[in-house]
């Protein structure tokens, strides 16, 4: 069994940075894909970043903003978030696929609220 529990959201002034971190226990295997999502009120659950061995990946939202890494050792995938914009407020989640089964695990959220 896969949990993953993020940490680092918060009240942030616009401009502003956070990181995000989640940290996985369980059987992880660094050839799976782990990311993170975020959702607003009222709106469906998308695509922050992803990275793999293969690739890494950005919401055209974020790019040149964010930056997604991964410490393999640790288990742990982390959320650099700069030049935050109140359009980032939402909850964030922790993603982890299995590619061979297709099953996938998410975390609690993370709450990340950019304002004035």
């Known amino acids: 069994q896969v949990q993953l529990v993020e940490s680092g959201g918060g009240l942030v002034q616009p401009g502003g940075s956070l990181r995000l971190s989640c940290a996985a226990s369980?059987?992880?295997?660094?050839?799976?894909?782990m990311g993170w999502y975020r959702q607003a009120p009222g709106k469906e659950r998308d695509l922050v970043a992803i990275?793999?061995?293969?690739?890494?990946n950005y919401a055209d939202s974020v790019k040149g903003r964010f930056t997604i890494s991964r410490d393999n050792a640790k288990n742990t995938v982390y959320l650099q978030m700069n030049s935050l914009k109140p359009e980032d407020t939402a909850v964030y989640y922790c993603?982890?696929?299995?590619?061979?089964?297709?099953?996938?695990?998410w975390g609690q959220g993370t709450q990340v609220t950019v304002s004035s």
């Open positions: 369980g059987t992880i295997f660094s050839i799976n894909p």
């Open positions: 990275t793999s061995i293969y690739s890494t």
């Open positions: 993603n982890y696929y299995v590619t061979s089964s297709r099953r996938q695990y």
